[in-house]
């Protein structure tokens, strides 16, 4: 158990809906990423939030955003969904603001149909 | 942009046997880490290499960083079945104050009895 909790674990949606995954941090860690991994694409990083503020930012479509709330969980809100963003989706946390060692949630399994 | 190439990308080795996977990357880094991924489940951390010449071993598993060379290999030693799994390396940029680590696409190995 690495300590990084997600929900939900699978979730089956329709086109064009939209969803949101939330995601809470090790205790004490202060930065949360949310990763992507879909079998075409591999492991793609979406975005970064440190200690409530954005970082960074990776591939991530303008029908995806996230935030980090003061108690430091966060969340991915994805909309108008596509077939195409059937993925698992990790958040993972870590210790520094910049990178480090980090550990991963379960992921949540999003299904578009 | 920072690029990490893993090679060999599939990997089908009988039980017993010795193997290396490589990952080299394309800018200066001396922060590099090594995961596991079993089929449908989260990122484990294995190795975190944190300077030119770091070496870990965890069982089967070994773990190495030149820098210079821009080179990490995990040696894998007697394989038995229960290391069949995904293992990824991912590097962070170095001297930057928002990071993300960039993952290789992964090494799928199989190990057959």
């Known amino acids: 158990d690495s300590g990084v909790t997600q929900t939900p674990k699978h979730l089956i949606t329709a086109t064009g809906q939209r969803v949101t995954l939330r995601c809470s941090p090790r205790s004490g860690d202060l930065s949360v990423y949310w990763y992507q991994q879909s079998l075409d694409q591999g492991l793609q990083f979406l975005i970064q939030y440190y200690n409530g503020e954005e970082r960074a930012k990776g591939n991530i479509l303008e029908r995806f955003s996230a935030q980090q709330f003061p108690d430091l969980h966060s969340e991915l809100n994805l909309s108008s969904l596509e077939l195409g963003d059937s993925a698992l989706y990790f958040c993972?946390?870590?210790?520094?603001?910049?990178?480090?060692?980090?550990?991963f949630g379960e992921g949540s399994r999003l299904t578009v149909l | 942009e920072l690029k990490v190439e893993q090679n060999p990308l599939f990997l089908s080795m009988q039980e017993g046997k010795n193997y290396t996977i490589y990952c080299n990357y394309s800018?200066?880094?001396?922060?590099l880490y090594w995961y596991r991924q079993d089929p449908g489940k989260s990122l484990e951390s294995l190795f975190v290499l944190l300077s030119n010449g770091a070496v870990k071993q965890e069982g089967r598993l070994m773990a190495s960083l030149d820098t210079k060379a821009r080179l990490s290999t995990l040696h894998i030693t007697a394989a038995v079945h229960d290391l069949s799994a995904t293992y990824f390396c991912?590097?962070?940029?170095?001297?930057?104050?928002?990071?993300?680590?960039?993952f290789g696409d992964g090494t799928t190995l199989t190990v057959k009895p």
């Open positions: 993972a946390s870590s210790e520094r603001v910049n990178t480090g060692e980090l550990f």
């Open positions: 991912a590097v962070d940029m170095e001297n930057t104050n928002a990071g993300k680590s960039t």
């Open positions: 800018t200066t880094s001396d922060r």
